[in-house]
């Protein structure tokens, strides 16, 4: 069964500190994975992709990584700011058949950053 | 232009009413989607749109109705609804369906439609 496990379900930091945010997947084929940030009551907002050869990507405070063998991706956040307090969802994409076009969601994890 | 623009953006209908939720996207997205989310929910896939033609229907109640008039616009008809309906519809576009490029099927979401069933 496809399936997007996050953890944990909800965080709390202080501003400025570092935070690490896990999803585990067991979709396949495996096509890609991205992160969004999602505010309260918004779209979400594409943080990053990765594909099957990707192992690490960047985005400013953002950097995701990619574990194909393990299927686990984690996010990292640096140097966290109170606008950082959203839900963090990851999604993983099937590559082909009946899944095409379908995206797998997890069900997020809160984030909330304190002054 | 990056984005896409969903009116209105809060919605209050009573359950014999009917109206519609708009979706529109200029970036050349060939591929249109509706999802609808419950509070402190992932999104759930209503509705996929691929060359203006229904490609998916994940088994949405009848009083749901999409339509996609061209590329830029998809549209959702809303009918004798329930209130377990209220949740915020999300509208998204990426490239086509099938395109195994790099960053393909990268949805770029809108801010949602806040609907609210009496």
């Known amino acids: 069964k496809n399936q997007v496990e996050q953890s944990p379900q909800s965080l709390i930091i202080l501003e400025g500190k570092n935070c690490t945010l896990q999803?585990?997947?067991?979709?396949?084929?495996?096509?890609?994975l991205r992160w969004y940030k999602q505010d309260t009551g918004r779209g979400p907002v594409s943080l990053t992709i990765?594909?099957?050869?990707?192992n690490t990507k960047s985005n400013g405070r953002y950097t995701a990584t990619l574990d194909a063998d393990t299927k686990q991706s984690s996010l990292h956040i640096t140097a966290s700011q109170l606008s950082d307090s959203a839900s963090y969802i990851c999604v993983v994409s099937a590559s082909r058949g009946s899944t095409l076009g379908r995206l797998y969601f997890g069900r997020g994890t809160q984030l909330t950053v304190w002054p | 232009d990056t984005e896409v623009t969903q009116t209105p953006k809060h919605l209050v209908m009573g359950m014999t009413n009917k109206k519609s939720l708009k979706c529109e996207q200029h970036?050349?997205?060939?591929?249109m989607y509706w999802y609808k989310q419950k509070a402190k929910k992932p999104p759930e896939l209503m509705f996929v749109?691929?060359?203006?033609?229904?490609?998916i229907n994940e088994s949405v109640p009848s009083r749901f109705s999409p339509e996609c008039p061209n590329s830029s616009l998809l549209n959702l008809h809303l009918h004798a609804l329930q209130p377990e309906d209220s949740a915020l519809y999300l509208c998204?576009?990426?490239?086509?369906?099938?395109?195994?490029?790099?960053?393909?099927?990268?949805?770029?979401f809108g801010a949602g439609s806040r609907l609210t069933v009496l």
């Open positions: 749109y691929s060359y203006e033609k229904l490609s």
């Open positions: 998204a576009s990426s490239q086509p369906l099938g395109a195994y490029l790099s960053g393909a099927n990268v949805l770029t």
């Open positions: 970036m050349g997205h060939r591929a």
């Open positions: 999803c585990n997947y067991t979709v396949s084929p495996f096509s890609n």
């Open positions: 990765m594909t099957f050869s990707e």
